[in-house]
């Protein structure tokens, strides 16, 4: 209906509104600071927003809040509500229900429950909201229904205000009286502590104008000097002041105000306790009682943290199945109440309130406990033990893997730690090497820049392939190889291929077992190690993606590259000049984070500032300059020994590598035979740098000492066997590989035999060895002496002095290697022992090792030796054989030497000089090298017949005495050299003979015929005669030998 001018007024004054379509509910700005929070707490509980009004003046106070304000039912009520005369239900004061609580029970307000909440609906209540009231019970109401309700409202205020006007018409006399009595009363008590003088009593208004007036009361003039109690006689005027009802004494209580708050304080104190333990007891008992009931869902949350704290996995994982549990149910009693349209009931409420509670600290505890298993997983990279079984040792990451499982997870996390294994790897291995490429570096230049080995300590060196041929080159005997400094170094690359290459315990043993347990885990075997739990809990994630098979085939593809690529940079590249790129910043040793990881027996054996690194090593051409992994001043002994080793490193781990399924199935063994091969080739051209160098060292090997076995020989025959036949085994297991023996069963597939390129290297410095080493045999016999001693050997050390011309040696001691001749000799024995025993020996391994024949080379070695042989034989027998034809020749064409008599009957004395320097001879050579006695005796008695040959012919005739005479002398010097005679020297005598019969007549030679059996017996009594000075001559007989050998 329409509303008129007067109507909209009406309601914009009682409602406080400024305009009849508000937007929201207006709120009086002079209504108590009390009261304006109990309408916003009333307004949260309802659910609805808190209004916040402008302010009014006190004029424009809405009916509404003055009806509230008078109709309270007087002073028996108290704020809370609890102990009034408010009723439980009320009508509608609008006229439109007849039950405030039924209607707000039928709009689901709790007012049964809530007796405060009720009260505010209550218009008998002294906490009557009219804002509630309207907003709640009146919700739906439009201003037609609010215009009916207010004029039902003003009627009934009319009717309630007519009955009072009678009420008070029939006690008006007894409501002056009390008026009265109230405003004298009151009027003293304000003036109380004035002087009387300054009270002034203001007239009386005329009881028409204001008989009910408050106001009039209060100004008429009621006096009581005396009032009993109220009388000043005997106080003092200011403690009187402080009882007045003025507001400078809080209107009468400021006198006993510090009073009552310190007694408060003090029953606060005295009952405080009692009282607030009775509260504590209450509310403890229902705490108790709601724990008693749920025992199990406030223990959930401190089982899952005692069982993380204590590291026990599966007991974090029945603690997050219970509490999903009681979520699960919690969830389902609130569901239920939802679909049926019912309120919960206290129990189901407390009830979703734990668990809401429980599972969200819950909630907390597993998500920082999967964050944790997580970290734990993506480093759980340790590898298990070689002695630990499956059954008695369960690895971490599967432990870990079922716990995640179970808990929940987005991600596989089978596939997660695959993944971070390899990349774990991946990163391992480049530190791994770039650190150990570094400490060798590093190594290798302070070892470049030390002066070379002095020759003693060289020939020490060389020497101990004789002393290790036993023991096989064991780890205490290789150490004898070469010096500390340079086998650290040697130690230091064999562990560092270790550390990468070793199935057992080097990083391709983790490669290889990380793929054994991802194909495990591909062919779904290793799940079947998972507890049961883990099946029950789904199957999502227990099986592997192909695209994530994919992934970790790729990684370990990957992984087998990056293992060959360094190990090929290592020995293919030449020696890093600048390292700062690599040691900035440093790889961490593995083993550091582990702590630097070094396979068992290996130890640091330097250590480097990086701003004091030593510069690179000057480049003076040696070999080694150009190789990274052959340690400065090295030979090759210890280089083969060593390179032998790193080689059935690198072919075992070639042959391991390419037996992974996906290298076979992508037929990428390609590169793996060409790491081999670079490998090979590149170890093979360093020790035949070294071999060279060695070889020609092997001269510092002489020491002219006798062998123990072979006193006609030195030990440098057997000293040189032991040396080559190290470098050749080496150097064969090199060039074949054959003792890299694959676990897998791809060392075939890689391993291929050596190129014949790589054998024509091997078998040209083999030949160049045998060939420095006679050549430095010669140079140590034909090197000059000053002092007993050599410019190789300025010390005396490995050319002992002996003193003496001669000596007697024992075997096993020293020789006069001061003589030239004992050298000669030595050195003769010895080159006639390695043609006939050591270089065929030499050349027969070589063949059986390289599967090649040395034809040509052999035919070219023992060309070689008999030059060699022929010129050290004459280089010794050319001085005695000059002297020996100048014994002859001067004797012969001595004048004396024709005889004065008809028949001679002694040798002349030229023949006695030759026989006592050849007794000299023969005593050099018996004593020094007996072997060698019947081949330069023989040689001697040939060039000494040759000898009388040519003086012989030097005279143009010889008559019968003188032909006698040279007769004489030859047989003489024939028969006491007989043991010597050879075919030659028979040819020779045969030929002296001839030239004598030219030069003699027919009568002489008859006359020669008849005197032949007095000669035989003067030769017969000079042999016998020179027994004792020639007697060395003489071939001893067999059983005089026997009893020397038996002596």
């Known amino acids: ?447 470049g820049s030390h002066e070379k080995t002095d020759t003693k300590t060289i020939a020490k060196f060389l020497q101990s392939a004789v002393e290790s041929s036993s023991s096989r080159f064991t780890k205490d005997a290789s150490k004898e190889l070469d010096s500390p400094t340079i086998i650290a170094f040697w130690e230091k690359v064999y562990y560092s291929l270790n550390a990468l290459l070793s199935p057992s315990d080097g990083l391709l043993g983790e490669v290889l077992e990380l793929w054994d347990i991802t194909q495990s885990f591909i062919d779904n075997k290793a799940q079947k190690a998972f507890p049961s739990a883990v099946f029950a809990v789904g199957l999502e994630h227990l099986e592997l993606e192909p695209d994530d098979v994919a992934s970790l085939r790729s990684g370990t593809v990957e992984l087998v590259n990056l293992l060959r690529e360094n190990v090929l940079t290592f020995f293919t590249e030449a020696p890093v000049q600048d390292l700062s790129d690599m040691y900035s910043p440093i790889p961490p040793t593995p083993l550091s984070a582990g702590g630097a990881i070094t396979p068992g027996g290996a130890k640091q054996v330097f250590s480097f500032d990086p701003s004091n690194l030593p510069p690179p090593s000057p480049s003076r051409g040696d070999s080694w300059e150009k190789f990274a992994f052959w340690p400065p001043h090295s030979n090759s002994l210890s280089g083969s020994h060593y390179l032998s080793r790193a080689m059935v490193i690198v072919g075992t781990a070639a042959g391991d590598l390419a037996s992974l399924p996906m290298i076979k199935q992508a037929r990428a063994t390609e590169p793996l035979k060409a790491l081999v091969n670079a490998v090979r080739e590149r170890c093979v051209q360093a020790v035949c740098a070294a071999w060279a160098t060695d070889a020609e060292r092997c001269k510092f090997l002489e020491a002219w000492t006798r062998n123990a076995e072979r006193p006609d020989l030195t030990n440098m025959p057997v000293s040189f066997l032991s040396f080559e036949e190290k470098v050749l085994s080496s150097m064969q297991t090199v060039a074949y590989v054959s003792e890299a023996s694959s676990t897998r069963g791809g060392g075939a597939d890689v391993v291929m035999p050596p190129p014949a390129k790589l054998l024509q290297a091997v078998r040209g410095s083999f030949v160049t060895s045998l060939y420095k080493a006679l050549s430095g045999m010669v140079e140590n016999a034909e090197n000059t002496q000053s002092n007993g001693t050599n410019e190789h050997d300025p010390d005396g050390v490995t050319l002992p002095q002996r003193g003496g011309i001669l000596s007697v040696d024992t075997a096993g001691t020293a020789v006069n290697a001061a003589n030239r001749n004992v050298r000669m000799l030595m050195t003769l024995s010895n080159l006639a022992y390695l043609r006939s025993e050591i270089i065929p020996h030499l050349i027969s391994q070589f063949e059986s090792s390289f599967s090649v024949k040395l034809t040509e080379e052999s035919k070219t070695i023992r060309d070689v030796l008999g030059q060699i042989d022929a010129r050290l034989f004459q280089s010794y027998v050319k001085p005695t054989v000059d002297k020996l034809s100048q014994i002859i020749a001067t004797g012969v064409a001595s004048p004396s030497w024709n005889p004065q008599e008809a028949r001679p009957t002694d040798a002349r004395p030229y023949v006695y000089d030759v026989l006592l320097v050849l007794v000299l001879v023969h005593s050099e050579v018996s004593t020094t090298a007996s072997t060698l006695t019947n081949q330069i005796l023989s040689y001697f008695l040939e060039q000494s017949s040759q000898a009388l040959i040519a003086a012989f012919r030097t005279r143009d005739r010889y008559p019968l005495p003188a032909l006698m005479q040279a007769t004489l002398d030859v047989e003489f010097m024939a028969q006491t050299l007989n043991n010597y005679t050879t075919d030659r020297a028979g040819e020779v005598q045969s030929q002296i003979y001839l030239a004598l019969d030219e030069r003699t007549d027919d009568e002489a030679r008859k006359q020669l015929q008849g005197e032949l059996p007095e000669m035989r017996a003067i030769l017969k009594r000079l042999r016998e005669g020179t027994k004792g000075e020639f007697g060395c001559f003489k071939k001893e007989r067999r059983g005089r030998e026997n009893r020397n050998v038996s002596k």
């Not at 009390?34 to 009014?56: I, K, S």
């Not at 007045?244 to 209107?251: E, G, H, I, N, Q």
Request: net charge neutral; glycine share 6%.
């Open 1 to 447: 209906m329409p509303i008129n001018a007067d109507q909209e007024r009406r309601l914009l004054n009682a409602y406080t509104l400024n305009t009849l379509y508000p937007t929201e509910w207006p709120q009086n700005a002079d209504e108590s600071s009390d009261e304006d929070e109990d309408l916003e707490d009333d307004a949260h509980q309802l659910g609805n927003p808190v209004r916040h009004g402008t302010n009014h003046s006190k004029a424009s106070r809405s009916s509404l809040r003055r009806m509230d304000r008078h109709a309270s039912m007087g002073g028996s009520q108290k704020a809370d509500g609890m102990q009034n005369l408010v009723q439980k239900d009320e009508p509608d004061p609008l006229g439109m229900a007849p039950s405030v609580s039924a209607e707000l029970r039928r709009r689901g307000l709790p007012v049964e429950d809530n007796l405060k909440l009720r009260n505010r609906f209550m218009l008998s209540s002294t906490t009557f909201s009219p804002a509630l009231f309207l907003a709640q019970v009146h919700q739906d109401a439009s201003t037609e229904d609010l215009l009916r309700g207010l004029d039902f409202l003003s009627r009934s205020i009319e009717q309630k205000s007519a009955s009072l006007k009678v009420l008070v018409e029939s006690n008006f006399e007894k409501f002056v009286r009390a008026q009265a009595t109230i405003d004298n009363v009151y009027t003293e008590m304000r003036a109380q502590g004035s002087d009387a003088g300054e009270l002034q009593v203001p007239g009386t208004p005329s009881s028409k104008s204001r008989r009910h007036s408050r106001h009039a009361s209060k100004t008429s003039s009621h006096f009581r000097n005396t009032s009993g109690a109220f009388s000043t006689t005997g106080t003092n005027s200011s403690d009187k002041k402080k009882n007045a009802l003025t507001k400078d004494s809080d209107y009468g209580v400021q006198g006993i105000k510090t009073p009552l708050q310190d007694l408060s304080i003090k029953a606060e104190e005295v009952w405080g306790p009692a009282l607030g333990g009775q509260e504590k007891e209450e509310t403890l008992k229902a705490v108790l009682g709601a724990m008693e009931q749920h025992r199990e869902i406030f223990r959930l949350s401190s089982d899952v943290f005692n069982c993380i704290k204590k590291g026990e996995n599966d007991g974090v994982v029945e603690a997050y199945k219970m509490a999903k549990k009681y979520k699960a149910e919690a969830v389902n009693i609130a569901d239920i109440a939802r679909a049926n349209n019912v309120s919960l009931g206290d129990t189901d409420a407390q009830q979703i309130i734990l668990t809401a509670k429980m599972w969200h600290d819950v909630s907390l505890q597993i998500g920082a406990f999967k964050r944790d298993v997580w970290k734990r997983l993506k480093t759980s990279h340790t590898r298990k033990g070689l002695g630990v079984t499956d059954e008695s040792d369960k690895e971490m990451h599967m432990d870990l893997i079922g716990v995640l499982l179970q808990l929940g997870v987005d991600e596989n996390p089978i596939w997660v730690w695959l993944n971070s294994h390899c990349q774990y790897l991946k990163d391992r291995i480049t530190q791994t090497f770039e650190r150990s490429r570094i400490e060798i570096e590093i190594l290798r230049r302070r070892l």
